[in-house]
């Protein structure tokens, strides 16, 4: 069964930490995403990987950095938190070639104070 | 700066219903289109993909593609309530490798 794991369903920060958002998937995907949601927004590409140490940003990638140096773990970085980042932060995965067909992990509900 | 333009809602149709769910886009370049529904607390998960003009169907949903027009629709036939959710249209953007969504379209299925 198709399976995306993110590390944290719920996490509260403060404004200037440095916060790390885990995702695992256990499906062989060369594709992993990571996208910010917010109410009336919808959601938002912030980085994708398309292989190991390979990244590109999305629409929205100020203030963010991602790491990706196993296939099945892409990281997002908020170097120093701050309050507009507080959304849900979902990461997805899909299969080489395919970047359309993504499989979405639970979420992370993230409030920076 | 690619647009996909939904109607939020919510909409409200009776169960057994028809519920049209519209879309539309601003990149002339798109060319693959999905619906995803995502249930209140949950991830967004695929249930239809458009390619080429016309309708696609899958069980009681269709999808509808007419890229002159540059919308795309989605028909839930005899709706249930378990339909209700959140429909996320989004949409290639040209060349690129990713998705640009809609802020989606919230219906409610009522018994």
């Known amino acids: 069964d198709v399976k995306v794991t993110q590390s944290s369903r719920y996490l509260v920060k403060r404004t200037g930490e440095k916060v790390f958002l885990e995702c695992v998937q256990d499906?062989?995907?060369?594709?992993m995403f990571w996208y910010r949601q917010d109410p009336g927004l919808g959601l938002r590409l912030i980085y994708f990987?398309?292989?190991?140490?390979?990244?590109e940003k999305g629409d929205i990638p100020e203030g963010y950095s991602v790491s990706r140096e196993k296939k099945e773990r892409f990281s997002l970085i908020l170097e120093s938190a701050s309050t507009n980042q507080t959304s849900m932060y979902l990461c997805?995965?899909?299969?080489?070639?395919?970047?359309?067909?993504?499989?979405f992990g639970p979420g992370t509900r993230l409030t920076v104070t | 700066q690619k647009e996909v333009e939904q109607n939020s809602g919510p909409l409200s149709v009776p169960e057994g219903a028809i519920a049209s769910l519209n879309c539309t886009y601003s990149?002339?370049?798109?060319?693959?289109f999905f619906w995803y529904r995502q249930y209140s607390g949950k991830s967004p998960e695929l249930i239809m993909s458009?390619?080429?003009?016309g309708d696609k169907e899958d069980g009681r949903f269709t999808a509808q593609l007419n890229k002159a027009s540059q919308y795309v629709s989605l028909l839930i036939r005899d709706s249930q309530p378990s339909d209700s959710a959140t429909y996320l249209c989004?949409?290639?953007?040209?060349?690129?490798?990713?998705?640009?969504f809609g802020s989606g379209t919230q219906l409610t299925v009522l018994p």
């Open positions: 989004a949409v290639t953007s040209g060349s690129a490798r990713q998705l640009t």
């Open positions: 990149d002339r370049g798109s060319q693959s």
């Open positions: 458009i390619y080429s003009n």
């Open positions: 990987s398309y292989d190991v140490k390979m990244k």
């Open positions: 499906m062989d995907h060369e594709n």
């Open positions: 997805a995965s899909s299969q080489r070639g395919n970047y359309y067909e993504q499989y």
